[in-house]
Structures are given as structure tokens and as C-alpha cells.
């Protein structure tokens, strides 16, 4: 009797060691594969001008993991395509012709109010201005712990920050936008002079031709701020 007791004991004790076993290794793999997972997006999305949007949009909508592990990813996947949304934005902002074109002697014959052209900046202006200011609010601790829902164990809160990183500085990404942003404004000054004396200019030969010296001292003036 006694003899069958301690083998009921010590199966019941292997059961749960092989269950604890099981779960132990079970989240070893779910964190392997989260980790994994998120390495390669990040890998992906490295090289901005080479980067497969259609791609990297499937792999943060689809989840690889479950429980838990499933909550971490999904926070660390929407964070990640917030930042990458914002940085499309930015980058189709920046890859509009009209920014280079604008001074183009061939624009020039677009005028003498440029209101297309006017606008098109206009609108280039507030869109990277508003992706700044949304750079800034992703970059925030609060902001980036806001994304994880519903989980209260201190393990996973801790494997998510340690996953997304700390706070980071967006103060170089903020002076290039601004920098961009300004550069925009004194185009926008060019257009708007020449529009003020539509009458006093026209261009011959692919060049501006001014019928007042002083004018054209303005007009090189303002391209100066360009340059």
C-alpha cells in the first residue's frame, strides 16, 4: 500500500515537473520567435529608400505569437507602424517635384501668381510639420507604454520596454525638418515677390528678366535664403 502511494507521489510530481517543463519551454519559444520576429522587421525597415511598405504592412498586421506574448507583440507592431506611417508621410512630402522645381525658370512660366505651386508647398509645409510634432509624441515614454493593453505581470511590461527601447531623442529628425520647413518658407517669399510684381518680370532665354534693378537686387536677395 505504502509502496503504491509513492508511486502515485512520484508520478504526480513528474506531471508537474513535465507540465512546468512544458510551459517553461513553451514561453522560451513564444519569446524566441517575438524577438526573431521583431528583428527582422526592424532589419527590413533600416534602408528607408529600399524598404517593401506592402511587406512590412503584412507582418505588423499578423501576429506570431500568443497570450501575453501576443499583447507585447501587437504594442510593439502598432508602435512600429505609427513610426513608419509618419515616415512615409515625411518622405513623400520630401520626394514631391514641386520642392526642387519650384525657382525653375520653367515654373516661372506657370505664374505670375503661382497658386498651384504656392499651395503644393503650402501643403508640404503642414505635413511635415505635423509629422514633426507626431515624431515628438511617439519618441515619449508615455506615448510609447500606452501602446501595451492589459497586462499587468512585470515580466512582460519589462521585456516590452526592453523591446522598444528608451526614450528616444528625435532632436536631429526634428533640426532636418525645420531646416526643410524654412527652406520651403523662402520659396514660398520668391513666389510670393514675384506675384507682388507680376507685371515687372518675365523670362526670356530660361531666365528671369527684371525691368527695375532694384527689383532684381530684392529677387537675389530672397534667393539667397535658398541657397
Do not use: C, H
Amino acid at each position: 500500500m505504502r509502496r503504491k502511494i509513492i508511486i502515485v507521489i512520484v508520478v504526480v510530481v513528474l506531471v508537474i515537473v513535465a507540465t512546468i517543463t512544458f510551459f517553461v519551454i513553451k514561453d522560451l519559444q513564444q519569446e524566441k520567435s517575438l524577438r526573431k520576429e521583431i528583428d527582422e522587421i526592424q532589419k527590413e525597415m533600416v534602408d528607408f529608400e529600399q524598404i517593401d511598405v506592402d511587406k512590412i504592412s503584412k507582418k505588423l498586421k499578423a501576429t506570431v505569437t500568443t497570450g501575453d506574448y501576443a499583447k507585447i507583440e501587437k504594442a510593439i507592431k502598432n508602435y512600429m507602424a505609427d513610426n513608419l506611417n509618419t515616415m512615409l508621410t515625411i518622405s513623400e512630402a520630401l520626394n514631391d517635384e514641386v520642392i526642387p522645381n519650384a525657382l525653375t525658370a520653367e515654373n516661372y512660366q506657370n505664374g505670375p501668381d503661382f497658386v498651384k505651386t504656392r499651395k503644393i508647398l503650402k501643403n508640404t509645409q503642414d505635413k511635415l510639420s505635423a509629422s514633426k510634432e507626431t515624431m515628438i509624441i511617439l519618441s515619449k515614454d508615455d506615448t510609447v507604454m500606452s501602446y501595451l493593453k492589459n497586462v499587468d505581470d512585470s515580466y512582460y511590461i519589462d521585456l516590452y520596454k526592453e523591446m522598444v527601447g528608451e526614450e528616444s531623442s528625435v532632436d536631429d529628425i526634428k533640426k532636418n525638418i525645420d531646416d526643410i520647413v524654412n527652406l520651403i518658407q523662402s520659396q514660398q517669399n520668391v513666389l510670393e515677390f514675384l506675384s507682388e510684381n507680376k507685371n515687372m518680370w518675365n523670362v526670356q532665354n530660361g531666365k528671369i528678366q527684371f525691368d527695375d534693378d532694384i527689383l532684381l537686387n530684392q529677387y537675389n536677395q530672397l534667393l539667397l535664403a535658398v541657397q
